[in-house]
């Protein structure tokens, strides 16, 4: 069995958020297994699973994903929407638009320190749209 919900998140400022409860919030009753994919629908922003226990972690994958992918690049040419823009598009394409994650007794199998996180590349994102879906 499949279902799929399609839901919004709201606008969060730059940054790397902890979305797990967002995200659970949404969905329906789990089944005993089975596998939750959850997709973003924008190119400026990703979805990754990582360490929820420090938010320091959120701090320094901010600073190093801004280190690899700078702004204000002179080569750049999708720049309309600001210097923020291209970059963004390029660091939702290194970390990607969707997860997935093992459903085992009803409930997600993440690690003891891991949770899902919207990777807000923009200065001014908006919401964001999210598709989960949970195959049993």
């Known amino acids: 069995m499949v279902q799929q919900i399609e839901f919004s998140l709201p606008a969060y400022s730059r940054g790397y958020h902890l979305i ?3 995200v659970l919030a949404q969905l329906p009753d789990l089944p005993k297994t089975g596998l939750l994919s959850i997709f973003i629908k924008h ?3 990703a979805l990754t699973v990582n360490e929820n ?3 320091s972690v959120r701090t320094d994958f ?3 994903v801004n280190h690899i992918v700078p702004e204000n690049l002179p080569f750049l040419k999708h720049t309309m929407e600001g ?3 291209m970059p963004a598009h390029i660091k939702a394409s290194f970390i990607g ?3 997935t994650i093992p459903i085992t007794n009803g409930q997600l199998n993440l ?3 891991q949770g899902v996180y919207l990777c807000e590349f923009r200065n001014h994102g908006g919401c964001r749209k999210l598709v989960a ?3 049993s």
């Open 111 to 113: 690690g003891t320190w």
């Open 20 to 22: 797990t409860p967002k």
């Open 97 to 99: 638009s969707s997860v």
């Open 83 to 85: 210097p923020d823009d």
């Open 53 to 55: 226990a420090d938010p």
């Open 133 to 135: 879906t949970v195959y």
């Open 43 to 45: 190119t400026s922003a």
């Open 62 to 64: 901010e600073s190093i």
